[in-house]
């Protein structure tokens, strides 16, 4: 994977040069002045278009963009400072530097500076390419050419653009702020704009992992608990999915569709509708406690959501209630396609319903169904809408830093920020909770071999 | 033989009487919401299960009493938000799932890739960035960077639309390329009336998206009130101070909104599964 | 004739106004305040604006609770409100940030107009950096009069005995540092502030003690917990009495009618000495925010929205009760019942200021383990956890 980046940096880099010493006057001069190699050669609109580029970006550089790469370093150094206004009889507050915006803006620059980098290597490329096909005796694209080149043979450049934009703006940039967040003090007490964060290095990972022994009991106590769950919630709602779905659409079963509708309805119910009243129904004092108060199971109340041990046996059983439908619908499409001579063949051979459940169903339906499954687990890791809005991560715990008995990595984390402020433990976190999904999936992907098999259909 | 068939009918009685008494399950959150909805006392916690009483005004006052909660404004922010989500994240999606499956580029793999290891880091991590980025631009506060967020990063979800792609047989473009169509016309003209199944999946997907969120509109609009969706401002009313007044309101809110969702996605789950499942089954 | 000439005049003053290129400064302000309080802040800020015509403002409001005030301040200081009201145990937080300004405008004015335990909570570092609100922010005990005499309140144990056999409760959510420290402030422990870090001594024998009554009180019959909706749903029927605040005080009042009354929170059986129930006294204050673009009129409007008048508005309309001690003492304000208990309480009350930011969660933690009757540990093992957390390393 190192090899090949290494190696596709040294192609590109190879043709850069390339560029250059094979390059004709007005090739090179493209080097200083982009698109003058396509002013040359006719293609006038394109040539404009990156100069224009070129232009816009020297003139951000220079007004904005050297500030914030410089200030990246650092993360700003003057603190806000209030001083007395004899006149006014006020403190005025002078505003110092930004830690968050320098990081934001820095990294963001950044990316226009490699942006601009590739452009600029496409301008040396294309400027060569003409003059390559000039002296071959062809002539460059036109506008009009250039705009058909682009709607069939360079057709997903076109169609990807908005769409990639739209990722690094709303997935990737902000990933990568927060990626380095974790590398920062960030936290209530270097909290901008009063007060300025700085770089810290690994710490928030060496708290979270070993040097303080509140947060890294949290840590690893919150890590197993998130395993078992996403393995727990992920497998029980499948087989139990499948269990139901087998059962609907068995031979005799009547009013199949009237099943499946209830069974769907609880799905279009917002999630955070029926998992709030969920948490009002489980609660001590809820209606299901009136409810077996009245019959005399209970003389108080059952703790559904208020003993650790019990409430994640409660959140796992809710979880049921939210995901069985899914697993159902999903499970029966596929199980109304397992060949049925498999079946007659393993009857004839004697095998008992459980048997050919064991043999023949659940092997095809896991093998169909495993990239499903991943993201099942992966989901699960991440569940924060059912732990957050039933428990709320609770019941706290004294062994804990800010968290509670059912808090996954992902609500600790969104506690972390929103209570706390520590954004930098947060960021931690998440890199943490990445670095997991990233092993499960690989674990997966490897074995299962899905992933190659997309090219089979066409 | 006889036997046999005896055998039979009880395991589906049997069969029968479960499924009866999941369904009971399954539906009692439900129904119970919906009994709250139309329940005269206020209050969360009762100490009795049925409502002493019954009345309309939960769903009457959802409408005219706004001066504390502006349902109906929500309503129609939520219904703008969803509507040009919709249309947004629709078009970026099946761009971007169309590109990954039928053309053929260098960078093709390494997306996959990227938007692969992209989707397994927490969502909401990236919040606070986002919610920068649309501050620089002057964006906050208002529908319009709702409908940013929620469709910006749409394209990451071209996985399911990308496997119904993969489906549709390539001969039927390269016979149109024969004709002299490009690879535009082809997407537009060939390809896409030929997936509507997964059209129609996308579009009420990234419509139903905006009446489930609270976290990110929360985060976006702040104090807007008068911005707030549905789900945002239902959440409130279950706040710690609200939550005895408000909390039948609360019920008929969800209720309305539960009504329209659920009959679109009962109308949509056969396209939900051939999603999933890769467009591999029969629904 | 004087009217016309008078008449004219303006005229000619408003001509010369339109005509001269200066205008009136234009003062865009914005002001936080909970969804309940919205109606009256803004005619509290109409009334603001028809005071003030010398310069044009423009007051928005924005709907932020007092609760979420710091949380949603931190979130963008830039968006927030140039005015906001938040409960005094923010403060700290809020002034660590840089969040406010410095009251120094009228400063002796208003540490004269309002209880000295307001001004206390507003000053930081010998520093004034908000204007008090409200003093109503405590707690104290709400009963019912048709199962309680006004003797029987005195004490939680007569309470908890004649509620079992009345077959009623007594509430209280034990499972919250604001409510659980009653019994330990009450005891005679601490919170304190040792070289600058706030620091509690629950783990101490007084402590454990407090630790062992708690554990007994919980797993009393006539004990019962949760939140305050349960208590607003619940009172008068199987709830005979209750700890909570004054924004409780209509709803409740609805529910009990005549049989309504509230008083000081009762003592407890401490071993053998008979110790009176503590609290913390809480206050909501409004502060400016430190990057307003407009800090005068900001203050200005702190200042008035938190006058007498508007403080005794705000008693009149939504029942809190001032801070400032002229309306605090005005007839209709000391014949309200929950004001009133407040007021007795506030006698064994203490300030939040020495609280440890860490304090809360794990006093939950404690207070949740004693209502569910997880004694997994000894009780000195969970204070020593829970003080442990709240001093931090």
């Not at chain 1, 403190?91 to 990294?107: I, K, T």
């Not at chain 1, 004839?348 to 319903?353: K, L, P």
């Not at chain 3, 509290?44 to 005030?69: H, Q, R, S, W």
């Not at chain 3, 020593?384 to 709240?390: E, P, R, S, Y």
Request: proline share 3%; net charge positive; charged share 15%.
């Amino acid at each position: 994977m190192v090899k090949k980046a290494l190696t596709s940096i040294h192609d590109l880099f190879n043709k850069y040069i390339m560029c250059f010493i094979k390059g004709d006057l007005s090739t090179r001069l493209s080097g200083l002045i982009m698109g003058f190699g396509m002013f040359t050669r006719g293609q006038i609109i394109k040539g404009l278009a990156y100069l224009f580029f070129q232009i816009t970006f020297i003139l951000f550089m220079i007004i904005r963009g050297l500030d914030y790469i410089i200030g990246l370093q650092t993360l700003g150094t003057v603190g806000q400072t209030r001083i007395f206004d004899e006149v006014r009889g006020i403190y005025v507050v002078y505003p110092g530097d930004n830690s968050m915006l320098m990081l934001l803006f820095g990294v963001a620059t950044i990316f226009v500076v490699i942006s601009f980098f590739l452009v600029y290597l496409s301008n040396l490329k294309t400027c060569y390419a003409n003059q390559v096909s000039i002296n071959n005796g062809i002539r460059p694209r036109n506008f009009r050419q250039e705009i058909d080149f682009y709607l069939n043979e360079k057709y997903h450049v076109t169609i990807l653009t908005i769409p990639v934009i739209g990722t690094f703006m709303f997935t990737i940039l902000p990933l990568i702020f927060m990626i380095l967040i974790a590398f920062t003090n960030f936290d209530k007490n270097h909290q901008p704009p009063g007060n300025l964060f700085t770089w810290v290095g690994f710490n928030n990972f060496k708290d979270a992992l070993w040097n303080d022994p509140l947060k890294s009991t949290t840590f690893f106590g919150l890590l197993i608990w998130t395993l078992v769950w996403a393995v727990l919630a992920t497998a029980l709602n499948y087989i139990l999915g499948m269990i139901l779905a087998l059962m609907i659409n068995k031979k005799g079963i009547k009013l199949k569709k009237f099943w499946r509708t209830i069974f769907v309805i609880t799905i279009a119910v917002p999630q955070f509708v029926s998992l709030l009243l969920m948490s009002q129904l489980l609660a001590d004092q809820g209606t299901l406690n009136v409810i077996l108060r009245q019959l005399g199971f209970v003389k108080d109340f059952f703790p559904f959501l208020s003993n650790g041990d019990v409430a994640k046996f409660t959140v796992i059983i809710v979880n049921l209630w939210v995901g069985v439908p899914y697993s159902m619908l999903i499970t029966s499409g596929i199980l109304m396609n397992i060949p049925v001579d498999l079946y007659e063949s393993a009857k004839i051979d004697g095998a008992n319903a459980r048997v050919q459940f064991m043999k023949i169903t659940l092997p095809y339906m896991l093998f169909v169904t495993g990239p499903y499954l991943i993201t099942q687990f992966i989901g699960n890791i991440n569940n924060f809408n059912v732990i957050y809005l039933l428990t709320g991560g609770g019941p706290l715990t004294l062994n804990y830093y800010q968290a509670g008995k059912t808090d996954l990595l992902v609500t600790w984390l969104y506690k972390l920020t929103v209570n706390e402020q520590n954004y930098s433990l947060a960021s931690t976190i998440g890199i943490f909770i990445f670095l997991l999904s990233a092993f499960f999936s690989l674990l997966v992907y490897n074995k299962t071999s899905s992933a190659k098999k997309e090219d089979e259909f066409q | 033989m006889k036997n046999m068939r005896t055998q039979e009918r009880i395991a589906n009685g049997f069969i029968h009487s479960i499924l009866g008494i999941l369904s009971f399950v399954w539906i009692l959150p439900i129904f119970w919401l919906v009994l709250i909805s139309f329940r005269k006392e206020p209050g969360s916690y009762t100490s009795y299960i049925l409502p002493k009483s019954y009345t309309f005004d939960n769903y009457i006052k959802l409408f005219t009493d706004t001066s504390l909660f502006n349902y109906p404004r929500w309503f129609l922010n939520t219904l703008i938000v969803a509507i040009c989500t919709a249309a947004v994240s629709t078009i970026l999606v099946l761009m971007t799932s169309y590109a990954l499956s039928r053309l053929r580029f260098k960078m093709r793999k390494p997306m996959m890739n990227i938007a692969l290891i992209l989707g397994m880091f927490p969502g909401f991590m990236a919040m606070i960035a986002i919610y920068h980025i649309l501050k620089s631009f002057g964006l906050t506060q208002t529908l319009f960077a709702l409908v940013l967020v929620y469709s910006g990063g749409a394209a990451m979800g071209y996985y399911i639309s990308k496997g119904f792609f993969d489906t549709i047989p390539k001969a039927i473009d390269e016979s149109a390329m024969l004709d002299g169509a490009n690879k535009n016309t082809i997407f537009w003209k060939i390809t896409l009336p030929l997936s509507k199944p997964i059209v129609i999946y996308t579009i009420l997907m990234s419509f139903m998206g905006p009446w489930m969120d609270f976290i990110f509109v929360s985060v976006i609009m702040k104090d807007n009130y008068q911005n707030y969706t549905v789900a945002l401002g239902l959440y409130r009313m279950l706040s710690r101070e609200n939550i005895f007044m408000y909390f039948t309101r609360f019920a008929a809110g969800a209720v309305l909104i539960a009504i329209p969702i659920s009959i679109l996605f009962i109308y949509m789950q056969k396209f939900y599964v051939s999603g999933i499942t890769g467009g591999s089954t029969k629904g | 004739m004087k009217k016309i000439i008078l008449l004219l005049s303006a005229l000619l003053l408003v001509a010369s106004l339109s005509a001269c290129t200066k205008k009136k400064t234009e003062v865009t302000l914005k002001v936080w305040g909970s969804q309940e309080d919205q109606v009256m802040l803004q005619e509290m800020v109409d009334a603001f604006i028809a005071a003030n015509t010398d310069k044009i403002y423009t007051i928005t409001l924005g709907v932020v609770g007092e609760p979420d005030a710091k949380t949603k301040y931190l979130e963008d200081p830039e968006a927030a409100a140039d005015v906001f009201s938040f409960p005094n145990d923010q403060i700290s937080g809020l002034v660590d940030a840089g969040a406010l300004y410095e009251v120094t405008l009228n400063k002796a004015a208003i540490i004269a107009a309002n209880v000295a335990g307001s001004i206390d909570v507003s000053t930081v570092g010998g520093k004034l950096y908000a204007y008090p609100v409200t003093a109503d922010n405590g707690y104290f005990l709400y009963y019912d009069k048709s199962v309680f005499s006004a003797d029987d309140v005195k004490s939680l144990d007569t309470m908890l005995t004649k509620a079992a056999t009345a077959n009623k409760k007594v509430f209280m959510d034990v499972s919250n540092g604001w409510y659980i420290a009653s019994f330990f402030i009450g005891a005679g422990n601490t919170f304190k502030t040792v070289d600058g870090k706030k620091v509690i001594d629950f783990n101490n024998a007084t402590g454990l003690k407090v630790g062992e009554f708690i554990k007994s009180f919980t797993a009393n019959s006539a004990f019962v917990t949760g939140d305050d909706a349960y208590l607003k749903g619940n009172i008068g029927t199987t709830i005979a009495a209750g700890v909570s605040g004054t924004w409780n005080a209509s709803d409740i009042s609805t529910v009990l009618g005549a049989n309504y009354a509230a008083t000081k929170l009762p003592s407890y059986m401490l071993g053998t000495t008979s110790t009176q129930m503590g609290s913390f006294a809480g206050y909501k204050l409004m502060g400016v925010n430190a990057l307003t673009k407009f800090p005068e009129e900001a203050m200005a409007l702190a200042e008035f929205l938190t006058n007498e008048a508007n403080q005794i508005k705000r008693f009149e309309t939504r029942k809190l009760g001032p801070s400032n001690i002229k309306a605090a003492t005005s007839t209709t304000v000391v014949a309200d019942v929950a004001l009133a208990a407040l007021a007795a309480q506030a006698a064994f009350a203490i300030s939040q200021n020495s609280v440890p930011d860490s304090y809360w969660g794990p006093g939950e933690a404690f207070g949740l383990a004693m209502e569910t009757k997880d004694y997994s540990k000894t009780i000195q093992e969970m204070l020593d956890a829970w003080v442990l957390q709240a001093n931090g390393s």
